[in-house]
């Protein structure tokens, strides 16, 4: 059973310092692996997708890296903002369900101060 | 565009009683997903629907619990009866595709009293 794990589960970074959030899954098979972002009683925004052959993608001050074989994702924020603090979200779909269903974690919720 | 819309935002009901909570999906998505996410146990998959079919209902807790979706533009999840461990809050996503984005609703807080 696909299991995924985000650490730290907190956050803490002083503005404008450069981070980086991690995400490990047990079972290679995946379809793909997203990164969300999570606002307080908001629902889910869609940050990064990368597909099972990719090995990265970059939307802005934002990468997130993929090593599939050893199970790991990374999301770099670069420039840390307050506006970035939220819960940030690992999600993989797996290959045998054709990249349908997600298998989240539980987050690292990030606090960036002014 | 609008997004995923869900209804009611908040609801809060005795045990016992019916809970509806609706969902209209991205118009153009094929696929819907309806997630319960709880402070012990995350964010989980309850069932998903592709074409107004449901494809995989495993996720769903018990027999209380029952989705439908009788149209392109419309879901429900129905909890009866309903039960304290129930309170959760219920997200409802839609993807264009298997393997694309998934765009998620506000959520449904709901609390069982």
Same mark, same amino acid.
């Given at each position: 059973?696909q299991?995924v794990?985000q ?16 995400c490990?899954f047990?079972?290679?098979?995946i379809y793909n692996l997203q990164w969300f972002r999570q ?5 889910l925004?869609s940050l990064l997708l990368i597909?099972? %052959? ?10 997130a ?8 994702s ?10 970035? %603090?939220?819960?940030y979200l690992c999600a993989v779909s797996m290959?045998?369900?054709?990249g349908t269903a997600l298998i989240f974690g539980k987050g ?7 | ?32 997903f309806?997630y ?6 995350g964010l989980e998959l ?47 996503a ?7 984005p998934q765009?998620f ?9």
């Amino acid at each position: 059973k696909q299991e995924v794990t985000q650490i730290p589960a907190a956050l803490s970074v002083p503005e404008g310092e450069n981070l980086v959030l991690n995400c490990s899954f047990t079972d290679s098979a995946i379809y793909n692996l997203q990164w969300f972002r999570q606002d307080p009683g908001k629902g889910l925004t869609s940050l990064l997708l990368i597909q099972s %052959s990719q090995r990265e993608q970059t939307s802005g001050r934002l990468n997130a890296s993929l090593d599939k074989s050893s199970g790991r994702s990374t999301l770099y924020i670069a420039a840390s903002q307050p506006g970035d %603090s939220a819960t940030y979200l690992c999600a993989v779909s797996m290959a045998n369900q054709a990249g349908t269903a997600l298998i989240f974690g539980k987050g690292t919720t990030l606090s960036v101060s002014s | 565009d609008a997004g995923v819309i869900q209804s009611p935002r908040h609801e809060v009901t005795e045990m016992g009683q019916e809970v509806t909570l609706r969902c209209k999906p991205i118009s153009g998505h094929d696929y819907l997903f309806w997630y319960r996410q709880t402070m012990m146990r995350g964010l989980e998959l309850l069932i998903y629907f592709n074409n107004n079919v449901p494809i995989d209902d495993s996720g769903m807790p018990e027999d209380r619990f029952s989705a439908k979706m009788p149209n392109a533009s419309f879901s429900t999840l129905k909890i009866q009866p309903s039960e304290p461990r129930d309170s959760a809050v219920y997200f409802c996503a839609s993807s264009f595709s298997k393997g694309q984005p998934q765009h998620f609703g506000d959520g449904t807080r709901l609390s069982i009293l």
